[in-house]
């Protein structure tokens, strides 16, 4: 018994995108403990499609499709199992009105063409796809062979996995054994400085402790084989704590925590409120601020100072002060963070100036230099520079400033909350 | 003649990597001309790896490893070649010298594992890796048959793939005839509409016309077989210009376009300037407006109006009007817009404001109904309203409501252009 992932479209073999589904599916079946040995890429066409799936189903026996369901005459997947099968497809009903429904919700009008999407082999079953218009299928065309297959979008695919396919696969008896992973995640602290840090748990066997780096930040993943969630947790848990200990205030949450909802949950437990005032991130705190969902109980809002008129309009920074140390200064940081805060009347407001790039950059404010400003309720305005360097991209040096920001906000309630 | 990809590594399967090599050279089998069907992933196992190059060396004639070439027990795809076409391996002098150079600048001794690296299949030439100690091959096992081995470092692959294997397969006559692509980019059009409306396209052959979707619009790629990119752009420019002319303004731009940039340049065109009011996507819109450099030139900032006390106190927003119609309303999402741009003195100006989820969603006012608003030179102000649908996830109803928002105004600026 082993599993087999088939992603289907010329746009893989073309490298226009990046296969980011067979990773996460790969992950699932991990932690399902279903074996995978094989992945396969083949384009929108019927003839190598069909060898690809004769091949599969000798060698596998669960299969996995992504994309090649949609609309139009070269989405294939399905006709393509149905042939190798040979068995006729059918027109479901209920497709076709979930379908006219989904349309009808958004106002639209249902295109002939989506009536393809309603025909499966006879006798599957619909693997319903609650966001967008494909559904899936799951089919056992043999008594051996498990087929199931996903649209490409990996947000619907993803959503189809989870609330469909992993509870069936869990009915057939897999994820007895699952392997769980909790991910520990750190800021302020570089991958090989946390690694000499907490060398010593990784010559554990179970959990076993990996870490890994990601854009703004370092991850450590700490898995555990058991036969179920409560008893891998009894596993990691200890482990994590002794971490967590180790690493201080470098830790920030874990899993699915982000700055943006830890800081949040510590503004909520005190009662607090935060706006922002931002120049080269142009938004970009608000939306990661925005992006947990309750936030609107802790977030006022803010203003978008792109220019500097409006810095001095709606924030009150000085025309002065921008003449003499620029935009881009300590003095202006903290004036748009004591601006907006005295403006929205929140508890607490970050600011954040700086040059994005590529262009933009001088001898003495070289791309990547940012200001972050920090005003609280006492008269007191910080404010902090950061030299986020040339090599990186516009948008990932204002990914950085923005969680740089929340990390000083979450530090200071930390501190706070221990004195 | 056809290349397939084979990528061998565990941890490919395991998901705990992105297959980030495979998309790279994906496209620069495209970009030489290089027809390419399957791309294949297998585990650090000899058997099933000796089974894919088996049905790999049947199906193609490029064959291109990555991954499984280090120093440990587990890296076998050296050995699984050499086994497969019943030849023996031979130690290189000259790989054995190489390592231990690069051990001793890095004031370090060459280890016994080492020596595996320096086994190559006889007959097999060395692709040599000037960044990293395993090296590659290149070997014609049979006529008909190429084979190419890279480490899976990306950085090492690329590095030898560009100083060796690109001039080889010129040297071999490939790179004479190229594939080039462009993407079209549309916005207020389903996949399947647009599908109807140019389906006679999608019969050409060169060049071919493919349609594909993505989060908040559909693309086309047109790509052209040629011996030259103006050759294959002269093919696509008649093609892309006629498809244009169909869709009229639901097409805004190709390859990398996007909305943000193709609307700031038409603001830039006629001297003029935005403004934005965000609620629900909390400077999402702001930050895809500035994600494009340059865009001071037209973007002034805005405000982030998350509470309702901060839509009166900074936009203006009338408290009866919150209380009557609710934030999420025409009537807001007009004085929203009003506002800021009267506050920041733009021409234009933009505001949103919606209902993101998951919570917060009522029987009138479902998740996912969101109204843009639009002021501009004139007195005028338009709302537009929009069902997102309760399918879909937060971020995203987030990211098209600011996608919409921008559609609008380039379709209105279009709009102005023409009369």
């Known amino acids: 018994m082993s599993a087999e992932i088939i992603c289907v479209g010329t746009e893989l073999l073309l490298g226009d995108i990046l296969n980011t589904n067979v990773q996460f599916l790969a992950k699932e079946l991990a932690s399902l403990g279903i074996p995978h040995y094989y992945q396969s890429v083949v384009g ?43 068995t006729p497809l059918e027109e479901k009903p209920e497709i076709i009105q979930d379908i006219a429904a989904k349309f009808a919700k958004r106002g639209r009008k249902m295109s002939p063409n989506n009536h393809k999407q309603a025909l499966i082999p006879i006798g599957a079953d619909i693997l319903p796809n609650p966001s967008g218009t494909a559904p899936g ?49 750190f800021r302020g602290i570089g991958e090989s400085a946390l690694a000499e840090k907490v060398a010593p748990f990784f010559e554990l066997t179970n959990p076993t402790v990996a870490p890994y780096a990601s854009k703004g930040e370092v991850r450590l993943r700490v898995s555990a084989l058991a036969s179920s969630e409560s008893g891998a947790s009894d596993l990691i848990s200890p482990i994590a704590k002794q971490i967590q200990e180790i690493a201080g205030t470098d830790y920030f949450g874990a899993d699915d925590d982000t700055l943006a909802s830890v800081t949040g949950k510590l503004l909520l437990a005190a009662g607090e409120t935060l706006s922002v005032a931002e120049s080269c991130t142009g938004g970009g705190l608000g939306q990661m601020l925005t992006s947990v969902s309750g936030s609107s109980e802790y977030f006022l809002g803010g203003v978008i100072a792109y220019h500097n008129r409006v810095k001095m309009s709606t924030l009150g920074v000085k025309e002065e002060d921008l003449d003499q140390f620029g935009a881009v200064s300590e003095v202006v940081a903290k004036q748009m963070a004591l601006g907006v805060k005295q403006r929205l009347g929140s508890t607490w407001a970050l600011s954040i100036t700086g040059i994005a790039g590529p262009s933009g950059g001088t001898e003495t404010k070289p791309v990547g230099l940012v200001y972050v400003g920090l005003a609280g309720p006492t008269e007191r305005v910080d404010s902090f520079k950061y030299l986020l360097g040339t090599g990186r991209e516009r948008d990932t040096i204002r990914y950085i400033s923005a969680c740089n920001a929340l990390d000083r906000l979450r530090r200071k309630l930390l501190e706070r909350q221990r004195n």
């Open 44 to 86: 929108d066409n019927l003839g190598r499609l069909g060898r690809v799936i004769d091949l599969a189903s000798q060698r596998s026996s669960i299969l996995i499709f992504t994309g090649g369901l949609g609309p139009t005459p070269d989405d294939l997947t399905t006709e393509a199992i149905a042939d190798f099968f040979q």
């Open 137 to 185: 299928i799951i089919w056992q065309p043999r008594r051996d062979l498990t087929i199931f297959t996903f649209p490409g979008v990996p947000s619907e695919m993803k959503r189809m996995w989870v609330e469909t396919a992993v509870p069936y696969l869990k009915s057939l008896g897999w994820g007895k054994e699952i392997i769980y992973s909790r991910t520990l995640r």
